[in-house]
């Protein structure tokens, strides 16, 4: 038997002013993209925010429904928003923000098992690595260098096929 530690690196920043301009505003795309999200269910709002190569920011943010696996998170709608409007174009970071009305949330919230594996569809697929920023209402900034830092066995299209 053989056994592996797979681990990565984070950076953790206390304050949004230890950021370069770009990903502070960034993160300030994504906090106002939570204002807009529609969580009647949850009362947990999360926005956004996405930087293509291009130097555009494409927001989004999470929508629920009543019948729950109808809705879909804000990294999904801005990823997903963001490969349909600009076809091709690298994804470089996605920001997210996390709120609720019911409490502070004063930690960074992580994305979900759907979203790791759908924004590092578009990381495998551009060969390049997508940065992933997460904060809370208030409180650090944790930031990753690749979404395969924080899915590190991740699905893949080699799976599919014997080529």
Same mark, same amino acid.
């Given at each position: 038997?053989?056994?592996?530690?797979?681990?990565?690196?984070?950076?953790?920043?206390?304050?949004?002013? *230890?950021? +370069?301009?770009?990903?502070?505003?960034?993160? +300030?795309?994504?906090?106002?993209?939570?204002?807009?999200?529609?969580?009647?269910?949850?009362?947990?709002?999360?926005?956004?925010?996405?930087?293509?190569?291009?130097?555009?920011?494409?927001?989004?943010?999470?929508?629920?429904?009543?019948?729950?696996?109808?809705?879909? !998170?804000?990294?999904?709608?801005? @990823?997903?928003?963001?490969?349909?409007?600009?076809?091709?174009?690298?994804?470089?970071?996605?920001?997210?923000?996390?709120?609720?009305?019911?409490?502070?949330?004063?930690?960074?919230?992580?994305? !979900?098992?759907? !979203?790791?594996?759908?924004?590092? *569809?578009?990381?495998?697929?551009?060969?390049?690595?997508? +940065?992933?920023?997460?904060?809370?209402? @208030?409180?650090?900034?944790?930031? !990753?260098?690749?979404?395969?830092?924080?899915?590190?066995?991740?699905?893949?299209?080699?799976?599919?096929?014997?080529?």
């Amino acid at each position: 038997m053989q056994k592996k530690q797979i681990g990565f690196e984070l950076s953790i920043y206390e304050s949004p002013d *230890e950021l +370069s301009q770009i990903e502070q505003k960034l993160l +300030s795309e994504a906090e106002a993209a939570r204002e807009n999200a529609y969580s009647p269910y949850s009362n947990f709002k999360v926005g956004a925010a996405v930087l293509l190569e291009n130097g555009e920011i494409v927001k989004g943010n999470n929508q629920e429904n009543a019948s729950y696996p109808s809705g879909l !998170c804000a990294e999904r709608v801005a @990823v997903f928003h963001a490969g349909a409007i600009y076809p091709g174009m690298a994804i470089k970071t996605v920001a997210i923000s996390a709120t609720s009305k019911d409490y502070v949330v004063d930690s960074p919230a992580a994305p !979900c098992g759907n !979203c790791r594996q759908s924004i590092i *569809e578009y990381e495998q697929k551009q060969k390049s690595p997508i +940065s992933i920023m997460l904060r809370g209402e @208030v409180g650090p900034i944790y930031k !990753c260098n690749s979404m395969a830092d924080i899915l590190p066995l991740a699905f893949s299209s080699s799976f599919l096929s014997d080529s």
